[in-house]
């Protein structure tokens, strides 16, 4: 079983390990985007504020996969460089380490929120409308963070190690049962909001508990064992490298939600807010497919650059940029075609329809960006370039959103709050352009292979 893992990332035709890699992730992930835009179906038909209620309490869960994907693909990516260097006992100590890491970060994460939970939903933008029900919907939410982290970092590492079929399983189990109970907690149960974040912290718990199994029954080619915890300076700096952009990408992603809550809420009120929080999470869709096809590139690039092998790493992210391209523009022609209808099936208010309907075909035409700029980061992260991915993820979130955010709403009013997303896409697939070619170049990948060697 071992052997067949690893002849797929080493000697495998680069499609079939790209596609075998990425389609478990894909698939595991596509159910989670369902889940999430079927939660936000069943919270939308509650009211407009229990929807812009949602979408205050995101940036907490944002901070929480924050923490998971740092452990999760900066070990991913360790992890899949020290089996292609044939070092498995180090590599059975990143995975036991970092499975440790994320429990104690998550407890961390649950105590602090918790304690400052009022404080930190004004942060983020709720109105005197939306409090009540975002405190409601935020207590269980912050209680799934544990669940969250440590899922993260159990399904980077199990992908990375071309276990992606346990990946999948464990993130589809969690989604199917979270669709089913929602309508059980929210109608039935008649907890409303508060049904919706119960369902989601029991279908976490579950899935977490599903993808540890694997470790404990032994089926995975990385064993976790206690005695193999070691906590050293040296494993937290190489998970860092990699996991540190990720991380800060995905706080700078926390940050640019909150900001686009308190200017939705400005020029829109909870009508804007809700508006955001629908397309957002419909277009979950595309990009969790994305995720998922950049899932699949990791460890094949990760793995083929510890082997040195320049030609086969270059393949699969040929590959893989061809995958994205089908992926996006089909996305687009859906949604931009489809979105008044798209709108309908969340029965939205007609101002939150109206709000609605720009915002998603204006995202809609920045996931085309967002594709290959993703694919770009990817490459960089799988080979161990955190700089790179360091300054794209900043970017992205950061040094461009943030600006633009700003100079866009004051310009355009609400349709600025709507637009920036997609033109902070644009602008960062023209950096990450420039990285790549620059690196290329430079010729920089027989340099790093060298110098790993």
Do not use: H
Request: glycine share 10%.
């Amino acid at each position: 079983m071992n052997d067949k893992r690893i002849n797929l990332l080493a000697k495998a035709p680069v499609s079939k390990a790209v596609n075998k890699l990425a389609m478990p992730a894909i698939i595991g992930l596509l159910v989670n985007a369902i889940y999430n835009v079927v939660d936000t179906m069943f919270v939308a038909w509650i009211g407009t504020e229990a929807t812009g209620a949602t979408q205050v309490v995101l940036p907490i869960v944002l901070v929480a996969t924050a923490l998971g994907l740092g452990f999760g693909i900066g070990g991913g990516s360790y992890l899949s460089r020290l089996l292609g260097e044939k070092q498995i006992e180090k590599a059975q100590e990143v995975t036991s380490t970092l499975l440790f890491s994320g429990i104690i970060a998550g407890i961390i994460f649950v105590v602090i929120n918790l304690l400052f939970l009022e404080d930190v939903l004004l942060f983020f933008g709720a109105t005197s409308e939306v409090m009540d029900m975002a405190k409601d919907y935020g207590f269980f939410i912050v209680i799934s963070g544990l669940f969250l982290i440590v899922n993260m970092v159990l399904n980077n590492l199990l992908r990375s190690e071309g276990s992606g079929s346990y990946s999948m399983v464990g993130l589809a189990t969690g989604a199917i049962l979270n669709i089913i109970l929602d309508p059980i907690f929210i109608f039935v149960f008649d907890m409303g909001i508060s049904g919706a974040a119960i369902a989601t912290m029991l279908s976490y718990c579950v899935s977490t508990g599903l993808l540890l199994s694997f470790y404990l029954r032994k089926r995975t080619v990385v064993k976790m064992k206690l005695s193999s915890i070691k906590p050293t300076i040296n494993l937290y700096k190489e998970v860092l490298v990699i996991g540190g952009p990720t991380f800060v990408k995905q706080i700078l992603f926390s940050c640019s939600i909150v900001l686009l809550n308190q200017k939705a809420t400005e020029f829109g009120g909870d009508e804007l807010l809700a508006a955001i929080g629908i397309a957002f999470r419909f277009t979950m869709l595309t990009t969790n497919i994305i995720f998922g096809i950049g899932q699949g590139l990791q460890p094949v690039a990760g793995y083929n650059f510890g082997a040195q092998n320049k030609e086969r790493i270059i393949k699969s992210l040929k590959y893989t940029m061809k995958l994205t391209a089908y992926v996006v523009f089909i996305s687009f022609l859906i949604t931009f075609i489809f979105t008044p209808q798209i709108m309908d099936v969340f029965k939205a208010a007609p101002e939150v329809k109206k709000y609605g309907i720009i915002g998603l075909r204006y995202m809609a035409t920045g996931i085309i960006f967002f594709g290959f700029a993703n694919t770009i980061t990817i490459f960089f992260l799988a080979i161990g370039r955190g700089l790179e991915s360091l300054i794209l993820s900043i970017a992205r979130q950061g040094l461009i959103f943030i600006p633009l955010l700003y100079i866009l709403t004051y310009t355009f009013g609400y349709k600025g709050v709507l637009v920036s997303q997609a033109v902070a896409d644009i602008l960062t697939l023209l950096l990450s352009v420039f990285l790549f070619a620059r690196f290329m170049k430079l010729n920089k990948l027989d340099k790093e292979m060298n110098l790993e060697n």
